[in-house]
Nanobody, 116 residues
Framework: QVQLVESGGGLVQPGESLILSCAASGIIFRNYDMGWYRQAPGKERELVARISSGGNANYADFVKGRFTISRDNAKNTVSLQMNSLKPEDTAVYYC??????????WGQGTQFTVSS
């Protein structure tokens, strides 16, 4: 059974930092591209950052320079370091595992709010 479990949500103030983590089980983690997506109320889910199985990262324009995605294949985890948080970053953040020609998997999401 595949599980992706996100953690690290909460309430932070604008300008603060936060780290989200996603722990994967039931997949050969090192073979999967991993991504962080977010969905704000009333909006569609959107890609935030993605890291390939080989470690190549790319980011949505709205987080470039503020967020960093990383992976630890030994621990089957992918993390999202988020700095200089803005109120518009408030959303439910989801972890996704993808691999070509195989089903993708989503976590259940973790909510965080940026507010003063």
């Amino acid at each position: 059974q595949v599980q992706l479990v996100e953690s690290g949500g909460g309430l932070v103030q604008p300008g603060e930092s936060l780290i989200l983590s996603c722990a994967a089980s039931g997949i050969i983690f090192r073979n999967y591209d991993m991504g962080w997506y977010r969905q704000a109320p009333g909006k569609e889910r959107e890609l935030v950052a993605r890291i390939s199985s080989g470690g190549n990262a790319n980011y949505a324009d709205f987080v470039k320079g503020r967020f960093t995605i990383s992976r630890d294949n030994a621990k089957n985890t992918v993390s999202l370091q988020m700095n200089s948080l803005k109120p518009e970053d408030t959303a439910v953040y989801y972890c996704k595992a993808t691999r070509v020609l195989l089903p993708s998997f989503w976590g259940q999401g973790t909510q965080f709010t940026v507010s003063s």
